[in-house]
T-cell receptor, first 113, second 113 residues
């Protein structure tokens, strides 16, 4: 089944403890992206990657890092999480621009206390 | 500033009627416009994509129009069913050598039996 897999689904952590949210897609898509979703603000792009070893900042990159060493994986790293990073996170992938819709993962609900 | 506006108030309609959702944008020149469905706590699911040179697109009970002069897209669900109840997101895909998908905050649709 074609899909984007995120892990973990839920995570509660403490301020300052480094964490990684994994994202993997099995569709050989070139493009991958991370979004966060907050009530009233909609989905906001954190980082995106056009292909392996090519990443760039989205609209809200502060406090996050990403890497794209392989085509299928695009982990999101929070080096020192803070409470304002409590949010619902989604990873998405797409073959190329205008080719069709993006496929989203099921989401990771992160709480930083 | 650049904005994508969707009606923040929920749309309540009776089963069997046509639901019409609006997406307005300013200061963008999107190459493509997409519509997604999102259920609570789940990732968005792609529904339809329409290109800037297309006026209308249909898929089963769904219809999307795109007016680049008015900077507006309308999303219609005909013969609506309670199972259509969800939040519907409008997203602009911006051209320029990179993939950037920018989302509106969404409109919640409730279809009542």
């Amino acid at each position: 089944e074609a899909q984007v897999t995120q892990n973990p689904r839920y995570l509660i952590t403490v301020t300052g403890k480094k964490l990684t949210v994994t994202c993997s897609q099995n569709m050989n898509h070139e493009y991958m992206s991370w979004y966060r979703q907050d009530p009233g603000l909609g989905l906001r792009q954190i980082y995106y990657s056009m292909n392996v070893e090519v990443t760039d900042k989205g609209d809200v990159p502060e406090g996050y890092k990403v890497s794209r060493k392989e085509k299928r994986n695009f982990p999101l790293i929070l080096e020192s999480p803070s409470p304002n990073q409590t949010s619902l996170y989604f990873c998405a992938s797409s073959p190329r621009q205008g080719s069709g819709g993006y496929t989203f993962g099921s989401g990771t609900r992160l709480t930083v206390v | 500033s650049q904005k994508i506006e969707q009606n923040s108030e929920a749309l309540n309609i009776q089963e069997g009627k046509t639901a019409t959702l609006t997406c307005n944008y300013t200061n963008y020149s999107p190459a493509y416009l997409q519509w997604y469905r999102q259920d609570p706590g789940r990732g968005p699911v792609f529904l339809l994509l329409i290109r800037e040179n297309e006026k209308e697109k249909r898929k089963e009970r769904l219809k999307v129009t795109f007016d680049t002069t008015l900077k507006q897209s309308l999303f219609h669900i005909t013969a609506s069913q309670p199972a259509d109840s969800a939040t519907y997101l409008c997203a602009l895909e911006i051209s320029g050598g990179y993939n950037k998908l920018i989302f509106g905050a969404g409109t919640r649709l409730a279809v009542h039996p």
